[in-house]
């Protein structure tokens, strides 16, 4: 019976297996912390705290099944697909970025027609622009020192597209500027180019304050920030409250549903989630989520040594680099090593389309995994030979 | 070195970097826990955060021309986080003076203890502190708003209002039972305010609060506060006016006749929209107030005494055929029933009588005959009767805590020979003084009965949510010939019958006196319950209306003589301010025709002087002393006329006096042609002008 098991997960969880797990493990934590952080939210809007439990949970596996449905497709696609979406992606943010002008706020969100769900097309953005990263570094592995034929382009998508995201969401713009910069470097990018990326990013970030709408939050949150660095009592409200939850957790932690944390903070299931942790799983539960998001780098990023093509290496590790960052960058804000930026933790954090995103690139990949275990080569060979057939 | 090789090496240093990174938050836990851990412990029971309620604005009741009838009005406490502004906005010449202002407004402390007050909070880093021993209305907030450092806000200057709420009736006790109140956790208790609470409430919000040091609150204002929604107003039929009269003429006849209680109700005919309804009960002290809503309410359910005869007539006219010339013998005034006595309340009886005199002088002795000789074979039918002028059950009127009448029935064990006889002429059944308005009303609109309507629409500011519509009962109560018959007969009344102490020759009344000994106890005695219920004017009814007054004490105890009155003392006040029911005057005695004085802006409490004076329907949208018109409806409506610091207000309509005391006042100097109101302005308004500079006026 379990060999059974064993063999027919074999057959459909295809890629690496450790992947899988770590997958499955933080979703388990997500399901533990937001059921227990949604208590409040509950409350506050009479409703039953099942509901959320059974909504997120469902999302997740939605997310999961979003993660299987991708690993299957060859990676060899992604390179295709992501320039169509990237071009794609362009007009989408320029309209939600209007779309929330007019409403005079930060609307980063735009609503699906027909299935009614909202949707932040910078998810989408982000996932796009990396995979073509990935793809324009390995065509360009041969003249990489070329500035002109070679960094030009993928200098302009960069500014372009993290640009357009800053009008709205400062924060997950730079995320995904230092993301793409950290990919550049590994893809062997001089760093003199590097440093004049920077001079774009600060270039673009700036236009982006000036025309956006989030100048006057990043810069409150920069200054509570440095205030806060030498008087903890000029926190912000959702910084002071996680440091008290962060503190009360201890070594051990209070157990599972015992945060008191959760009702005085904003958002604890979703950017505020590693406090709630924290709280009620102590700093070793802390130590167990930092570990599992650190090997699932060293996993993501196995490709690199293992495949042939520097394609596949170089968007496994990419797509591996932005999910850990982001979530080493939330658990920052939430410790207190950095401002409050609204980034969810991926894959533990209550919310939509971010478990979406974070389902298709894991599944990417595993697709990646799942080819180089046949060798790059033979899977070179084999899509030609079924090209031929067909 | 070969690419891949560079590449697995580049990968490296940034998994290294990255695990740096998570080391860093591991070891800032670690800092928090162990280094901070005491700090976060104390700090956590200090400044404890509670996520408290936060009351919505209750929505206002308003009156049919848009009048306030209740609102809840707004009051601030005035508060500060004096460790907010910086230092230097913050300096000596800006404290002295927001110190020497708060000195002046609140009258409590002096300037320089005021100035300690705040440096000394801020010093300390106290973060709440609160001023004066009292809240501010919303005109005072504006003004405090502009003080030194005040005027930076919240964010910059430290300024922290709280808003409270407080229920106002521009009105005092006019109509209080039926727009109603609330207790002390803003829940409407009775009339509208109850009954259309869930409207009213709105939708309470939920804020963060900080608590501080004294076991003060202070709000945090984080964005995942609850946002409140207010609650929505409510139009009625309610007229001001009427209402004012018709309490007014009520109140003086219970005084005067020492009554228990006394309930009056207008309605206009064609829609079942109550004008007006007063309720006023008699207190241990002897005053009235509005203590029950006698009109509707179970508390107002009684027998309706001789009112109840036109249901009778109408039964009789449309299942026999009776004619109003039909003799009816009703003897010397007492009349056997098995071993109960018929009396009529004419000393020595009336003798032999027509249908129609019968009525008219209100025989209950001819009523019961005539009943008796045609319904008693088959009762049932007669209550049929009833059931269709709808007043054996409740109204289903906008109000909870309706009446339900009584009434029996032949299967009823109550039920016994006389019983059909007494309920011809209003006894042995109960009803509330509403379902009996509601049949002379059905008569008036010839033969429609409709429900009568208090509330008109729920709506969001302009907007109109939900709409209650005139809703009809029984289109036709009765057969046409049937129906001229019963009006011929209710003027009548007034012309020739009961009631003609009321009769006038301006316009005709039409309506019916009720008396009604009080059952006390099961015994009849010899207190009574007072009424008249009718409308007019009787040739093109516009309103119906009821009054009852139960227990007048003295020489007066008829319906005739203590409820008539106040219906034509309400009447002739309507009649006198309603042009529509006025018969129109020739040509010649017309008004010189020619330009009409008109009302285009100018000093508030002057316009709505001469308009109310002039019987102009006028309200109010703004508390400012100047303004402009509009027409809303029949009636104006006041507008702010802007007037902001130096910049020039929108002169136009204003007479030149008034032009001229506004410019003048600001420093401008006048220069104008023409005769008239101003017409146009040589600075467009909004402009901003310094002091000393001429402003010209043209007027037309």
Redesign the interface.
């Given at each position: 019976m379990l060999e059974k098991l064993k063999i027919s997960f074999k057959q459909n969880l295809k890629g690496d297996p450790v992947i899988w797990i770590l997958v499955l493990l933080l979703s388990f934590i997500s399901i533990l912390v937001v059921y227990s952080a949604t208590g409040?939210l509950a409350y506050?809007y009479m409703k039953n705290p099942e509901n959320y439990l059974i909504n997120h949970t469902l999302l997740l596996f939605l997310g999961l099944g979003a993660m299987w449905l991708t690993h299957n497709v060859n990676f060899k696609y992604f390179s295709r697909i992501s320039r169509i979406l990237l071009l794609l992606s362009v007009p989408l943010l320029m309209y939600t970025f209007l779309k929330g002008a007019t409403l005079n706020e930060a609307s980063r969100w735009i609503i699906i027609p027909i299935i009614n769900k909202s949707f932040q097309p910078s998810d989408l953005a982000s996932l796009a622009l990396i995979t073509s990263l990935a793809s324009m570094l390995s065509k360009r592995?041969q003249n990489i020192q070329d500035f002109k034929s070679a960094l030009i382009p993928m200098l302009i998508w960069c500014g372009v597209i993290c640009g357009l995201i800053a009008l709205t969401n400062l924060s997950s713009a730079l995320l995904l500027f230092l993301t793409c910069m950290?990919i550049m470097?590994?893809?062997?990018v001089p760093v003199k180019y590097l440093a004049m990326l920077v001079l774009v990013g600060a270039l673009a970030g700036v236009t982006a304050l000036q025309l956006g709408v989030r100048k006057g939050t990043a810069i409150s949150r920069w200054e509570n920030f440095k205030e806060s660095l030498s008087d903890?009592?000029q926190l912000g409200?959702?910084a002071?409250?996680s440091?008290?939850a962060?503190?009360?957790?201890?070594?051990f932690g209070k157990g599972p549903g015992q945060s008191i944390q959760r009702?005085?903070l904003?958002?604890p299931y979703s950017d505020f989630v590693f406090a709630i942790i924290?709280e009620e799983y102590g700093?070793l539960g802390?130590?167990v989520v930092?570990g599992l998001?650190?090997i699932l780098?060293?996993r993501g990023?196995r490709a690199?040594?293992q495949s042939e093509q520097?394609f596949g290496?170089?968007l496994s590790?990419g797509l591996s680099?932005a999910i850990?960052?982001q979530a080493?960058v939330n658990?920052?804000v939430v410790?207190?090593?950095g401002p409050v930026t609204g980034l969810p933790l991926p894959l533990v954090s209550m919310g939509g389309t971010s478990i979406l995103f974070t389902g298709i690139a894991l599944g990417m990949i595993q697709s990646i995994t799942r080819a180089d275990s046949y060798g790059g080569q033979s899977v070179q060979s084999k899509v030609t030979t079924k090209t031929a057939t067909a | 070195m070969n690419i891949k090789k560079s590449i697995v090496l580049r990968v490296r240093i940034a998994f290294i970097i990255l695990s740096i990174f998570a080391l860093a938050v591991i070891f800032k836990i670690g800092h928090i826990q162990f280094v901070q851990g005491e700090y976060w412990d104390k700090v956590s029971n200090d400044y404890a955060y509670k996520f408290l309620d936060v009351k919505a604005t209750r929505g206002s009741i308003y009156s049919d021309n848009g009048s306030l009838l209740a609102t809840s009005l707004p009051f601030y406490k005035v508060a500060m986080d004096p460790t907010i502004p910086s230092a230097k906005l913050l300096n000596k010449q800006n404290l002295d003076s927001l110190s020497y202002q708060l000195s002046n407004f609140f009258k409590d402390k002096s300037p320089s203890r005021y100035k300690q007050m705040i440096q000394s909070a801020r010093e300390e880093g106290d973060k709440y502190i609160v001023f004066g021993g009292r809240t501010v209305n919303y005109l005072e907030k504006r003004k405090i708003m502009n003080w030194p450092i005040f005027r930076k806000g919240r964010m910059k200057g430290g300024l922290i209002f709280e808003k409270k709420e407080e229920r106002f009736r521009p009105f005092n006790n006019l109509g209080y039972r039926t727009i109603g109140y609330i207790n002390e956790e803003e829940k409407g208790v009775v009339g509208l305010e109850y009954s259309f609470n869930n409207f009213l409430k709105g939708r309470d919000g939920k804020a963060w609060y900080q608590k501080i040091s004294g076991g003060k609150l202070r709000p945090v204002y984080d964005e995942s506060d609850i946002k409140t929604e207010d609650g929505l107003d409510i139009q009625t039929s309610i007229d001001i006016n009427l209402q004012d009269v018709t309490e007014t003429a009520l109140h003086k006849a219970l005084d005067y006749h020492q009554a228990e209680y006394g309930t009056a109700v207008v309605m206009e005919v064609a829609t079942g929209e109550i004008k007006a309804i007063s309720n006023l009960g008699r207190t241990s002290s002897g005053k009235y107030f509005e203590k029950y809503n006698y009109a509707i309410g179970r508390q107002g359910v009684t027998e309706p005494g001789s009112t109840f005869k036109l249901a009778t007539m109408m039964a009789l006219l449309e299942e026999t055929n009776i004619s109003l010339n039909d003799s009816i013998e009703t003897g010397n005034g007492t009349y056997k029933f098995y071993n109960s006595t018929v009396r009529d309340h004419h000393a020595g009886g009336y003798g032999m009588l027509s249908i129609q005199d019968a009525f008219e002088k209100s025989s209950n002795i001819a009523m019961a005959k005539l009943v008796d000789q045609h319904f008693g074979v088959d009762p049932g039918k007669f209550l049929s009767y009833i059931d269709d002028l709808k007043m054996s059950g409740p109204i289903g009127f906008q109000l909870y805590g309706e009446g339900v009448p009584k009434i029996v029935r032949p299967s009823d064990t109550e039920w016994s020979g006389i019983t059909l006889p007494w309920m011809s002429y209003g006894y042995g059944l109960e009803m509330t003084p509403m379902h009996t308005l509601m049949l002379y009303n059905a008569v008036a609109n010839n033969g429609k009965m409709i429900k009568p309507i208090l509330v008109k629409s729920v709506r969001k500011a302009e907007k109109e949510l939900e709409r209650y519509d005139t809703e009809v009962l029984n289109n036709q109560i009765c057969s046409e010939p049937t129906l001229r018959k019963l009006k011929i007969m209710l003027e009548g009344v007034v012309e020739r019958g009961t009631a003609n102490n009321i009769k006038n020759s301006y316009y005709k009344i039409a309506g019916k006196t009720g008396t009604a000994q009080i059952l006390k106890n099961g015994r009849y005695t010899k207190t009574y319950v007072t009424s008249f219920v009718g409308y007019f004017p009787a040739s093109k009814p516009k309103y119906s209306a009821i009054i009852l007054i139960k227990d007048p004490k003295g020489h007066y105890q008829y319906g005739a003589s203590v409820a008539a009155p106040v219906f034509k003392e309400i009447a002739d006040n309507i009649y006198s301010r309603d042009i529509e029911l006025h018969q129109s005057i020739s040509e010649k005695y017309r008004a010189e025709k020619g330009v009409f004085p008109v009302i285009r802006a100018g000093k508030k409490d002057e316009l709505m002087l001469i308009c109310n004076e002039l019987g102009i329907s006028n309200h109010t949208q703004t508390e400012q002393s100047w303004v402009k018109t509009a027409v809303s409806g029949n009636s104006v409506k006041w507008k702010e006329l802007e007037m902001k610091g130096k910049a020039l207000p929108d002169l136009i309509g204003l007479t030149l006096r008034d032009a001229i005391y506004l410019l003048e006042q600001q420093g401008w100097k006048v220069r104008y042609s023409g005769l008239g109101r101003v017409v146009s302005q040589s600075v467009p308004s909004g402009t901003q002008v310094e002091k000393g500079k001429t402003i010209h006026l043209n007027l037309g």
């Open positions: 409040t506050k592995q950290l470097f590994i893809g062997r903890p009592t409200f959702q002071f409250n440091r008290i962060i503190a009360n957790g201890k070594i009702n005085m904003p958002h924290i700093m802390g130590i930092v998001y650190l780098l060293y990023m690199v040594y520097p290496g170089l590790a680099f850990v960052f080493l658990m920052g410790v207190g090593l | -």
